[in-house]
């Protein structure tokens, strides 16, 4: 059964930063992209970057909301994908959750909150 | 960016009765391999989203048949043959061709 649990989530101040993890097991990590998606509350889904297989270089793709202030990484060996968030801005308030999404798999998301 | 436009934005339906969801895109969502990169999503409130439709028309595992999804191009239905109180939640379309993803607004469905 796949399954991806993310973890990180939190209270931060704005322009602080928050690591978000997402945790892979039932598929072959290694060789699957892996995504981030968020959502505000009340709001619809919004794809927030992903990340390649080593076989595909890792690339990394942004929307043009995060980028240069979002990072995605990935451990293979630990089958874990990451979100480093940087200058977070009250805007970037949401559920994030990591995602297969042409393979059908979510996470249950983790709550970030940017707040004073 | 492709703009993912669905149509309506709420539904109240009937138990039993059908419903259907548009979606059109801003650009063709046709690849060159010959397979069009559109999806449809369920989510129902407090879950994340569920994919119910992949490349147009295919189901996914174990979703029931009263889902069906049509269309090429840069316009595609998802079709509900008899809505079920279980059936409730926001429906989204993605596009998966191009990045950025991009999904529709989304369309609540709700149970007369």
């Known amino acids: 059964e796949v399954q991806l649990v993310e973890s990180g989530g939190g209270l931060v101040q704005p322009g602080g930063s928050l690591k978000l993890s997402c945790a892979a097991s039932g598929f072959t990590f290694s060789g699957s992209a892996m995504h981030w998606v968020r959502q505000a509350s009340g709001k619809g889904l919004e794809w927030v970057g992903r990340i390649r297989s080593k076989a595909n270089s890792y690339a990394t793709a942004y929307a043009a909301s995060v980028k240069g202030r979002f990072t995605i990484s990935r451990d293979d060996s630990k089958n874990t994908a990451y979100l480093q968030m940087n200058s977070l801005k009250t805007e970037d308030t949401a559920v994030y959750y990591c995602?297969?999404?042409?393979?059908?798999?979510w996470g249950q998301g983790t709550l970030v909150t940017v707040s004073s | 960016d492709i703009v993912m436009t669905q149509t309506p934005l709420s539904l109240s339906v009937t138990p039993g009765q059908p419903a259907s969801i548009s979606c059109k895109s801003s650009q063709s969502l046709l690849h060159s391999d010959g397979k069009t990169y559109l999806y449809w999503y369920l989510q129902k409130p407090g879950q994340p989203p569920q994919l119910l439709i992949y490349e147009v028309s295919n189901r996914f595992s174990g979703v029931p048949d009263r889902f069906s999804g049509s269309g090429s191009g840069t316009d595609f239905t998802l079709k509900i043959s008899r809505v079920e109180a279980e059936d409730v939640g926001v429906y989204y379309c993605?596009?998966?061709?191009?990045?950025?993803?991009?999904f529709g607004q989304g369309t609540k469905l709700e149970i007369k």
């Open positions: 993605m596009q998966s061709i191009q990045l950025p993803y991009t």
């Open positions: 995602t297969r999404p042409v393979a059908g798999n």
